[in-house]
């Protein structure tokens, strides 16, 4: 298990959470490769050589029972030979999570490298994969974005999700035995499946590198659109705010935009109106052609400036069920509170409930409001809100504009692609998302 605040000068094994609890799983299917040989180690220390290449793993009665013969509390799969990293290297895991509790959530096969292990947890099967580091980085390069990208932009985006990684600021699954989940509530790992030449390369060319500021390493967030402008870390979490997070343009320096600074609904309604040449802008990187540079379960859309329009009805029936309000009417949506980057961090709901009875109730995080305001998971909170025709007093409907695509804070994987097809170096990338901070390699 990784160490918070410590900085490794060995390549670290890492332990990755493939199935967790919430996916509900008492079945796993695996299918091994026929060009390794691998073991099977029981609770009791004991080991089981390889009888099949399609083991079933089944959880009853508190016991996991392999190919419904032998039960124990916990299996462990080992490779028994060393094995060179490319596509589709390791263990098959049939219908996996991805995208879990977004809109994107979909069952997906991955193929994992290194280790397996298989536990209970909470009445249902987990299973982790355990794998060095750099295995590990190689492959969440082409799971954040598509295997079509440049050099810098897989290199920029391995340093940065090495220095995330490393930093291990959150620990959320710690308590499972996890240095990390497999999906994007940590960084997505979708196995080397989507493996190239270009992502090991760029694993190994920038291996040991991180981001540090004041002799610490990082804690690199990034996300796939900031819409042109970088949001700081206490606009979306608690905690302290590091000075290399900031509010700037995703741009050259010297960038000006009238809209600037988005300290008003004026202006943000103006910024998000507008189509500036940012770094990740649709005037740099076409949206017709964007969808082959990202990852493989992200879905096609636009990404830097969006619209969703929401009937009365459709949006009142929304929030009841996201709120549990119990509102007949919406009667408007109020901006309370905006990072720099135009996202909302608080917003005010004022409604009519069955007895007409005038009620507010206030969303405070990024999060709950991207959560609230779509069956799945709101694109970005930096939009602002057009009430439709009045009806009886009521819009009748309400149009969402907005911009971006993730929380916005620090590295901007689409403005990074731009910068990287634009010619900048991947120090130069990773400098401009982290300003302040210093690539390093640590070992």
């Not at 967030?221 to 997070?245: A, D, V």
């Not at 969808?291 to 009365?312: A, M, P």
Request: with cysteine; hydrophobic share 35%; aromatic share 10%.
């Amino acid at each position: 298990m990784l160490q918070p605040n410590t900085i490794p000068d060995n390549e670290p094994l890492l332990r990755v959470g493939i199935i967790l609890p919430e996916d509900l799983i008492n079945l796993i299917e695996i299918e091994l490769p026929q060009t390794i040989e691998y073991q099977f180690i029981s609770d009791d220390q004991a080991a089981h050589p390889q009888r099949t290449n399609k083991p079933k793993f089944e959880y009853s009665a508190n016991k996991i029972i392999l190919n419904k013969t032998k039960d124990a509390d916990f299996w462990r799969i080992e490779p028994k030979q060393q094995y060179d990293m490319g596509p589709e290297q390791g263990i098959k895991v049939k219908n996996v999570v991805a995208g879990r509790g977004f809109h994107w959530e979909k069952p997906i096969d991955v193929f994992l490298p290194g280790s397996l292990e298989i536990g209970i947890y909470d009445n249902n099967l987990i299973l982790v994969n355990e794998l060095p580091l750099e295995e590990y980085l190689m492959c969440v390069a082409t799971s954040e974005m598509g295997s079509e990208c440049p050099p810098a932009l897989i290199e920029s985006q391995t340093i940065a999700a090495r220095s995330w990684m490393l930093a291990n600021i959150e620990q959320k699954h710690i308590k499972m035995g996890m240095d990390v989940c497999n999906d994007d509530c940590c960084q997505r790992y979708q196995g080397s499946g989507n493996l190239t030449a270009q992502s090991i390369s760029g694993a190994r060319n920038t291996s040991g590198q991180v981001l540090l500021y004041k002799d610490k390493i990082c804690d690199a967030r990034y996300s796939k659109s900031c819409g042109g402008m970088m949001e700081t870390f206490h606009t979306i979490w608690p905690g302290n705010n590091p000075e290399y997070l900031q509010n700037i343009p995703d741009a050259p320096v010297g960038f000006a935009h009238s809209a600037l600074p988005l300290s008003n609904e004026k202006r943000v309604k103006e910024w998000i109106d507008s189509t500036p040449e940012t770094f990740c802008s649709s005037k740099t990187i076409r949206e017709s052609t964007l969808k082959k540079y990202l990852g493989s379960v992200d879905e096609e859309g636009t990404y830097f400036r969006w619209q969703i329009k929401y009937g009365q009805k459709e949006l009142c029936d929304l929030l009841n069920q996201k709120l549990n309000l119990a509102a007949t009417v919406i009667s408007e949506c109020k901006p309370v509170q905006r990072g720099g980057s135009g996202r909302l961090s608080q917003l005010e709901i004022i409604f009519q409930n069955s007895q007409n009875q005038k009620k507010t109730f206030m969303l405070d995080s990024e999060y709950k409001i991207r959560q609230t305001f779509h069956k799945g998971f709101l694109y970005s909170s930096c939009f602002y809100i057009i009430p439709g025709t009045d009806h009886e007093g009521y819009p009748e409907n309400f149009v969402l504009k907005g911009a971006g695509w993730g929380h916005g804070v620090g590295y901007c994987q689409i403005g990074a692609l731009g910068m990287a097809l634009k010619g900048y170096t991947t120090e130069q990338i990773v400098v401009h998302y982290y300003p302040g901070s210093v690539l390093k390699r640590i070992y």
